[in-house]
């Protein structure tokens, strides 16, 4: 699929399964931040998201990946705008299945509040939209990102990868560097607007949050646990923040006992 | 070599730019990871590609999707060759 023109930014989309206009559900993923991508996504649920007959629909955010690294517009209510405006460019009018991790989780949360009639589920891997721990997570990822622009800038560290022959974190790095030093994400994240318990509780889709038992995040499992009304909270022993990394087989079959039960009810709805 | 191999030497070079691979021998047993340190993001980008070039029967998706992380990083260029040249033979 040729990237796709939205919100005034350019996105690499992937698209699998049905085409457009083929009456099959959607599933929208959308990854978190700095060195995360789509391809998280794609090696581990978009293939068995196909496989049970629905579509897939993977996207870069922002600056991230292979889409367009513009210099500002990097607050979850800009990834909400984005995300909006390419479902139009998709012509994606129907609501959709949404998947998050991390960061991309909280996106999707604001999307499913702001914008109910557009979506129809919500999975939730290690995310956490509201209180006082969400805050403090996005205090740490303001000052390890800080000191980590500071280190890529001034110590030279992509190029001392590429003089080690490490080319591949080589890589990684100079993309690091060009989105913590060359655009506003980690001013916009200082300034980003929580959710309160109040609006959690506005979510009127079913959802389903994955976390590790032992992530900082934890908390975001019981918020949903005692906010949001149609909801199932899995919790992976042993697991930290990055379960779908590290644990993506068993991510791979809650999500799948899941979302089809979940289409279906849907359907029948 | 094979024509397949060719084809996807030539894909590669699409993907990572032919000047990073004028220092690279490619051959059957070179790792995507290790060897041509193709990050994630752009083993999709070769992975649409080959579909453009093959036509849907191609599918790496599919042929990642039984697999775990540590064994698609552990990839092959030898192994894609094979995968294609059977759905291709599959298909004829």
């Known amino acids: 699929m040729p990237d796709i023109c939205a919100n005034g930014s350019r996105f690499h989309v992937q698209w699998l399964g049905p085409k457009a206009g083929a009456r099959v559900p959607t599933v929208v993923f959308v990854h978190g931040l700095v060195i995360d991508n789509l391809s998280s996504f794609y090696y581990t649920l978009a293939g068995p998201v196909v496989s049970a007959g629905a579509r897939a629909v993977l996207y870069d955010l922002r600056g991230h990946g292979k889409s367009c690294r513009p210099l500002h517009g990097y607050t979850a209510q800009e990834g909400v705008t984005d995300l909006c405006a390419l479902l139009d460019a998709l012509n994606l009018t129907e609501p959709v299945y949404l998947v998050g991790n991390s960061y991309g989780g909280l996106i999707a949360t604001r999307l499913a509040i702001s914008a109910p009639e557009r979506v129809a589920g919500l999975v939730l891997i290690e995310a956490i939209c509201a209180g006082p721990r969400a805050t403090a997570w996005i205090e740490d990822m ?4 800080t000191v980590g622009a500071l280190s890529l800038e001034y110590e030279g560290t992509a190029g001392r990868y590429r003089d080690a022959g490490l080319r591949k974190i080589a890589k990684l790095a100079t993309t690091a560097d060009a989105l913590l030093n060359g655009t506003s994400l980690i001013d916009d994240l ?8 109040a609006e959690l509780a506005a ?5 389903l949050g994955i976390y590790g038992a032992q992530s900082e995040l934890l908390d975001g499992a019981d918020d949903l646990r005692r906010h949001v009304r149609d909801c199932r909270v899995e919790v992976l022993d042993g697991m930290a923040h990055t379960v779908l990394r590290d644990a993506s087989q068993e991510v791979r079959d809650i999500v799948m006992g899941w979302l089809p039960l979940v289409m279906t009810a849907g359907d029948a709805r | 070599m094979s024509s397949v191999l060719d084809e996807i030497v030539g894909i590669l070079a699409d993907v990572l730019g032919a000047e990073f691979l004028m220092d690279t021998q490619i051959t059957a047993d070179t790792s995507f990871s290790d060897d041509l340190a193709l990050e994630s993001i752009e083993f999709v980008k070769f992975s649409e590609r080959l579909q453009e070039h ?8 599919a042929l990642i999707g039984g697999m775990d992380i540590n064994s698609i990083v552990g990839i092959t260029v030898g192994q894609v060759v094979g995968y294609v040249e059977a759905q291709l033979a599959a298909s004829a």
Not at chain 1, 190 to 197: K, M
Not at chain 1, 203 to 207: D, I, M, Q, T
Not at chain 2, 54 to 61: C, F, K, M, S, T
């Open chain 1, 190 to 197: 200082a300034t980003e607007q929580l959710l309160d318990a």
């Open chain 2, 54 to 61: 093959y036509g849907e029967r191609v599918n790496l998706v």
């Open chain 1, 203 to 207: 979510l009127g889709c079913p959802v």
């Open chain 1, 142 to 145: 303001v000052n390890t990102m």
